[in-house]
C-alpha cells in the first residue's frame, strides 16, 4: 500500500513538472511572438522618432529579462513567465496593439453592447449596428487605458484626440474611442484608416445629411457630393449629421471664395495655412475641379501626396508626371540611381551622377557639395523639349505610313516630289484600290491639319498685333519662323532685335513670341531673361568650377531648370552694353559659342564640368541698341531685325491702345473712363519727353492717372480726364525740353547739320566757322571723335577748291589765319563722317562770307571731290529737323531708296513747310543754302 502511495505520489510530480513545463514553453513562445510582432508594429507607428525610440527600448529590456531566466532555478520559472507576461499586457496598455480588436483580445477583455442601443441618427446608429466592422477592424490603437467606473448602458462613443497627435497622421487621422461597460471603460486612442480609395465612406448611409443639406442651405444632392467626398473616414465616425452639414456649408463657402481669387491671393492663404490645412485646401480645390490650381500651389509648397484620395492624387500625378516606373510616389522616396536612370541622356552624363552619388554613399557626413551638384544636375530637364501641337504636319509621317504599306510606290519619282506637295503623291498613289481608302483618309488629315494651321496663324497675327504697336518687321520674321517650323519641324533659332530703347523689343518676345508658342496644358514658352548690360564675369553664365568653394551652376543652366525643358527662349538684353575688357571679351567668347549651331548642341557650364547640354532647339533672342558696339563675329549669327523709332502717332496709339490700359489696371479704373485728348498727348511727348521709345511718357501718365485716383478717392465725382491744366499742375516740378530751333536770319560761317544718335533720335546740330586769329592751324572744338575730326579736315580742303572756282587767285597758303570749327554742347561727344558736306558748306561760307539760310540742313559725306556719299538714320534725322523748324533738308542721293520707302510706309515727315532734296555733289548744294 505505501509503494503504490509513492508511485502515485512520483508519477504526480512527473505531471506537474511536464505541466508547468508545457506552459512554460507556451508562455515563452506567446513573449517571444509579442516582442516580434510588438517591435514591427511600433516600427510602422507614425509617432514621434525619440518616443518610438524609448517603447522599442522597453521592448529591448523585455527581451533581455527573457534571456536572463535560463540562469535562474527552473522552480521560478512559471512565477517569471507569469510576471513577463504581466509586462506585454502592460505594454499592449500603453501601445495597443495592431488593431482594437487584437488588443482586447490580448488583454482578455471581452465587450458587449445593448441590444436596444440605439440613437437618433441614421449615421451613428449604422456605426453602432456595424461596430465590429467600423472600429474593432479599423482603428489603429496607439494607447489603450481600461477605468473602472460604473455605467448605465455599454455604449460606444467616439472623438476627435485634442490636443492631436504632433506627427500629420495624428492631425489628420487622431481619434479616441470609448467603449463603456457595466463596470469598466475602455479608451483607446489611435489612427483611422485613411480610406484613400473611399471603400467605407461610400457605404456609410448619407440620406440624412442630403436631406439636411436641402433643408437648412439649399444645397442639393448632386451638388453636396464632391464636397462629402472631402470630408474624411473619421470625420463620419465622431460628427453628427448637423456638424457635418455645417462643414460641408464651410467648404462651400471656401470654394466660391477659391474659384473667383486670383493665384496671388490663392497663394498667400496658402503659404500661411499649416499643413494640415493646406491638404485640406488641395483636397477642395482638386475636388471641386481647380485643377491649375491646385497643382501651381503644390509645386509651389509640397505636400506629402500620401494623405490625399487616391482620386486626387492622380490628377496631381497627370498634371506633373510624377509617375515613375518603380510606382507612385513622392519625389523624394524614389531613389537617386533610379532617378538618374530615367534621365533622358547619354551613358557619360549618367556616370557624372553616379561618381557624385558614389561621393554622398561613402561619406560619413553626406558630402554636401555632391550633394547639391546631384540635386541641381536631376533638375536638368534632359531630353525634354516642348512642342506645339498647332506646329505638327502630319503630311510627311501619313507618306512614310503610305510607303511602308504600299512599298511599290516608294520610287524616285515619287521621293523627288516628297518635299514639294504632300497632297499630289497622295492623290497620285490612288491608282491602286487597295490604297484608295488610305489615301482618302490621309487626304482629309491632311486638309484638317492645313486649316488647324491657317487658324493657328491667324491667331498669331492677333496675339502679335495685340501685344506691340508696329514692328512689322519683327512680326513678319515671326509668322515667316513658325511657318518653316510648321513646314520642316522644329529647329533652334538665333535673332537679334536693334532699336532704342523703350519701343517694345523685349515685349515683343515675352508677351508677343512666348504666347504664340502655346503647349497642349495651355503654357506658354518658358522665357528666361538675361541682362548682359553691366554683367562683368562670364561665370554668371556658365557658372564657376565644381571645386571651387560656394560655387554654383550658371544663370543657362538654371534657366533650363526652372523651364524644365532644354528648348526655351533666351533673352539676352542689351548685348551692346558688354564691357570692352578681358570680362566682356569673355562673355562674348560664351554667347559665340552658344550661338553656334555647329557647336550648340554640345554645351557646357563649368560647374557641371563635362556634362553635355544640347541647346540646338532653343530660341535665342539679343536685343542691343547699337550693332557697331558689337563682335562682328557674334553679330554674323545672328538674324538681324532693325526695329524703329516710334513716332508721335505712333506714341497716340500706344498711348492709348497699350499704355494706359496698364496704368488703369494699377488703380481699378476701366480703361474707357481716362480720356485724352491726341493735343494732350502731344504736349506730353514734346514738352516732357525726348525719347524714341516710350518709357518716359509711361511714367508721365503713371503720375497723372495717379492723381486722378487720389482725387477720386477723395472727391468720388471727378471727371477722369486729363487736360492741359492736370498736366501743368501735376508736372509743375519739371522743366519742359528746350527744343531745337533755328533763327530766320541769314549767318556767315554758319549751317545746320542734322544727326542721329544710337537711342534712335535725331535733330539739327548747329556748326559754326571763325577765325583763328592765334594760329594758321585748324582748330576744332564742340568734343569731336576722331572720325569728325577727319571729315572737317577734308571738307576744308573741298572748300578751299570753291573758293579757287569762284576766284581763281585765290591761294589758301596766303591766309594768316587759321580756321577755329565749332560743334556747340560741348558736353556732347560728337562723331560720324555724316556732316562733312555741311562743314564744307559753313567754311565756304566764311571764306566767301555769304550768309548761308538758317531754315535748310544738310547731312551727307563728303570725299575730296566734292561728292555727297550715303548716311545712316535718315528717317530719325529729317523727323529731328522738321521738329527743329527747318523747312528745306539735303540729303544724300544715294539715300533716294530709303526715302521712297518712307514715303510709301507714309512714314516721311514731308509736306507743304518741310521739303527734302536729293544732292549728289557739293555744287548741288549752293543753290539751296544761299539766298
Known amino acids: 500500500m505505501k509503494e503504490k502511495e509513492n508511485n502515485d505520489s512520483k508519477e504526480l510530480i512527473i505531471f506537474n513538472f511536464f505541466n508547468t513545463y508545457v506552459k512554460n514553453r507556451i508562455l515563452k513562445k506567446k513573449i517571444i511572438t509579442f516582442l516580434a510582432q510588438m517591435s514591427s508594429y511600433l516600427h510602422k507607428c507614425p509617432i514621434d522618432t525619440i518616443i518610438k525610440q524609448k ?40 501601445n495597443g496593439f495592431f488593431s482594437i480588436e487584437n488588443t482586447l483580445n490580448y488583454l482578455g477583455i471581452e465587450v458587449n453592447f445593448d441590444e436596444n442601443l440605439n440613437s437618433n441618427n441614421e449615421l451613428q446608429n449604422y456605426i453602432l449596428n456595424n461596430y465590429q466592422d467600423f472600429f474593432q477592424k479599423k482603428i489603429i490603437p496607439l494607447n489603450c487605458d481600461v477605468i473602472c467606473k460604473k455605467n448605465e448602458i455599454n455604449s460606444i462613443n467616439f472623438f476627435r484626440i485634442r490636443p492631436a497627435l504632433s506627427e500629420i497622421e495624428g492631425k489628420l487621422y487622431g481619434i479616441c474611442v470609448e467603449i463603456d461597460q457595466k463596470n ?30 436641402e433643408k437648412r442651405y439649399k444645397i442639393t444632392k448632386d451638388e453636396a457630393k464632391p464636397y462629402l467626398n472631402c470630408l474624411s473616414y473619421r470625420d463620419y465616425l465622431e460628427l453628427e449629421t448637423r456638424q457635418i452639414t455645417n462643414k ?60 490625399l484620395d487616391w482620386e486626387l492624387q492622380k490628377k496631381i500625378f497627370t498634371s506633373i508626371s510624377f509617375v515613375f516606373d ?62 506645339e501641337d498647332a506646329l505638327e504636319d502630319p503630311g510627311k509621317k501619313l507618306v512614310n505610313e503610305l510607303y511602308e504599306k504600299f512599298p511599290a510606290y516608294k520610287n524616285k519619282k515619287v521621293l523627288s516630289k516628297l518635299g514639294n506637295n504632300y497632297m499630289k503623291i497622295l492623290e497620285k498613289s490612288n491608282t491602286y484600290k487597295q490604297s484608295k481608302e488610305f489615301c482618302s483618309n490621309a487626304l482629309q488629315q491632311i486638309k484638317n491639319a492645313r486649316e488647324k494651321q491657317k487658324a493657328y496663324l491667324n491667331k498669331v497675327d492677333d496675339i502679335l498685333e495685340n501685344c506691340v504697336h508696329g514692328h512689322t518687321l519683327v512680326k513678319t520674321q515671326i509668322r515667316r519662323l513658325l511657318a518653316q517650323w510648321i513646314s520642316g519641324g522644329q529647329s533652334g533659332i538665333v535673332l537679334g532685335l536693334e532699336g532704342p530703347p523703350g519701343n517694345g523689343k523685349t515685349t515683343m518676345i515675352k508677351e508677343g513670341l512666348a504666347n504664340c508658342l502655346i503647349d497642349s496644358h495651355g503654357n506658354k514658352r518658358p522665357v528666361g531673361f538675361i541682362p548682359l548690360g553691366g554683367m562683368t564675369n562670364g561665370s554668371t553664365l556658365v557658372g564657376h568650377g565644381y571645386t571651387y568653394q560656394g560655387s ?31 570680362h566682356g571679351r569673355e562673355i562674348v567668347s560664351i554667347l559665340t559659342h552658344l550661338t553656334d549651331t555647329s557647336q550648340n548642341y554640345e554645351f557646357y557650364d563649368k560647374y557641371f564640368d563635362g556634362v553635355e547640354l544640347d541647346l540646338s532647339k532653343a530660341l535665342m533672342i539679343f536685343t542691343f541698341n ?107 516740378h519739371k522743366d519742359k525740353i528746350r527744343k531745337e530751333s533755328v533763327t530766320d536770319n541769314e549767318i556767315v560761317g554758319q549751317i545746320n547739320g542734322m544727326y542721329a544718335n544710337t537711342l534712335g533720335l535725331g535733330g539739327i546740330l548747329p556748326i559754326q566757322v571763325s577765325k583763328n586769329v592765334s594760329e594758321s592751324k585748324l582748330e576744332l572744338t564742340g568734343t569731336q571723335g576722331d572720325t569728325m575730326k577727319e571729315s572737317m579736315k577734308c571738307a576744308r ?25 565749332h560743334c556747340p554742347s560741348t558736353s556732347t561727344p560728337k562723331d560720324g ?36 556719299t550715303a548716311i545712316g538714320g535718315l528717317d530719325a534725322k529729317l523727323t529731328g529737323a522738321k521738329r527743329a523748324g527747318i523747312k528745306v533738308a539735303l540729303i544724300p542721293e544715294e539715300n533716294l531708296q530709303q526715302l521712297e520707302r518712307l514715303r510709301n510706309e507714309n512714314k516721311s515727315p514731308e509736306d507743304d513747310n518741310f521739303h527734302v532734296y536729293c544732292v549728289s555733289h557739293i555744287d548741288e548744294v549752293l543753290e539751296y543754302v544761299f539766298s
Open 55 to 94: 517603447k522599442i527600448e522597453k521592448l529591448f529590456t523585455l527581451k533581455r529579462k527573457l534571456d536572463t531566466l535560463r540562469n535562474i532555478k527552473a522552480n521560478v520559472h512559471q512565477l517569471a513567465y507569469l510576471w513577463l507576461d504581466l509586462c506585454c499586457k502592460r505594454i499592449v496598455l500603453q
Open 184 to 213: 469598466f471603460t475602455v479608451r483607446f486612442m489611435g489612427l483611422v484608416d485613411p480610406d484613400i480609395l473611399r471603400i467605407y465612406r461610400n457605404q456609410l448611409p448619407k440620406n440624412e445629411i442630403f436631406e439636411d443639406l
Open 248 to 307: 460641408v456649408k464651410q467648404l462651400k463657402e471656401k470654394f466660391d471664395f477659391y474659384k473667383t481669387a486670383d493665384l496671388s491671393i490663392l497663394l498667400s492663404e496658402y503659404q500661411f495655412l499649416n499643413e494640415y490645412f493646406r491638404i485640406e485646401m488641395i483636397s477642395l480645390l482638386l475636388e471641386l475641379g481647380l485643377k491649375n490650381q491646385a497643382n501651381y500651389l503644390y509645386q509651389i509648397i509640397p505636400i506629402s501626396l500620401k494623405f
Open 326 to 387: 518603380i510606382g507612385v510616389g513622392k519625389e523624394e522616396e524614389v531613389p537617386y540611381e533610379t532617378k538618374i536612370d530615367n534621365l533622358n541622356t547619354s551613358e557619360s552624363n549618367k556616370n557624372k551622377a553616379y561618381e557624385k552619388l558614389k561621393n554622398i554613399t561613402q561619406s560619413n557626413d553626406g558630402d554636401a557639395k555632391s550633394q547639391k551638384y546631384l540635386d541641381g544636375f536631376l533638375k536638368i530637364p534632359f531630353g525634354i523639349f516642348k512642342s
Open 552 to 582: 554654383n551652376w550658371g544663370r543657362i543652366a538654371d534657366i533650363l531648370m526652372q523651364s524644365k525643358c532644354m528648348n526655351p527662349i533666351f533673352l539676352f538684353d542689351e548685348l551692346d552694353k558688354v564691357s570692352n575688357t578681358e
Open 626 to 732: 547699337d550693332r557697331s558696339r558689337i563682335d562682328p563675329i557674334l553679330l554674323d549669327r545672328m538674324t538681324i531685325i532693325e526695329t524703329k523709332p516710334l513716332s508721335v502717332d505712333d506714341k497716340k496709339i500706344v498711348c492709348k491702345n497699350h499704355l494706359i490700359p496698364q496704368i488703369c489696371k494699377l488703380v481699378d479704373f476701366e480703361p474707357s473712363q481716362v480720356k485724352i485728348s491726341d493735343e494732350d498727348i502731344e504736349d506730353l511727348i514734346y514738352d516732357y519727353t525726348f525719347e524714341a521709345g516710350a518709357r518716359q511718357l509711361k511714367r508721365l501718365l503713371e503720375s497723372l492717372i495717379q492723381e486722378l485716383n487720389l482725387q477720386r478717392l477723395l472727391n468720388p465725382n471727378t471727371d477722369f480726364s486729363i487736360d492741359r491744366f492736370l498736366i501743368h499742375d501735376v508736372l509743375k
Open 797 to 821: 580742303n573741298v572748300a578751299f577748291g570753291l573758293m579757287t572756282k569762284d576766284d581763281s587767285s585765290f591761294d589758301p597758303n596766303e591766309i594768316k589765319y587759321g580756321l577755329h570749327i
Open 833 to 868: 563722317p555724316s556732316a562733312g558736306g555741311a562743314i564744307c558748306m559753313a567754311v565756304y561760307s566764311f571764306l566767301s562770307n555769304k550768309p548761308i539760310l538758317q531754315n535748310v540742313a544738310m547731312t551727307g559725306e563728303i570725299d575730296l571731290i566734292g561728292n555727297i
